[in-house]
């Protein structure tokens, strides 16, 4: 079992930033890919970004690609969603997610229970 802690959510204006952390506990030994999805209101979750083990690969939706980044400390079993040049369409509660591997609809087998991120116009 994994469990994910996430953290750094807010309110924020349109065109700022807004750092997100999540902290993994459990059998964080094991190489877990770690990603992050978003649910907004009315809407269905959808993937945001995804990072390998090694954190050498990275994989974006196209909603956030070029503003948000993704990025993991396997010394500190954290991964960090940096998102820049928010906009009030990216208002949503954004969950940290991890399993062993990442394929196409992705479907996560860890979840955290989400922060929530309001961009304001």
């Known amino acids: 079992q994994v469990q994910l802690v996430e953290s750094g959510g807010g309110l924020v204006q349109a065109g700022g930033s807004l750092r997100l952390s999540c902290a993994a506990s459990?059998?964080?030994?094991?190489?877990?890919?770690m990603g992050w999805f978003r649910q907004a209101p009315g809407e269905e979750r959808e993937f945001v970004a995804v990072v390998s083990f090694s954190g050498l690969r990275t994989y974006y939706s196209d909603s956030v690609k070029g503003r948000f980044t993704i990025s993991r400390d396997n010394a500190k079993n954290t991964s960090d969603l940096q998102m820049d040049s928010l906009k009030p369409e990216d208002t949503a509660v954004y969950y940290c997610a991890a399993d062993r591997s990442y394929s196409d609809h992705w479907q996560p087998a860890f979840w955290g229970q989400g922060t929530q991120v309001t961009v304001s116009s």
């Open positions: 459990g059998r964080t030994f094991a190489p877990y890919v």
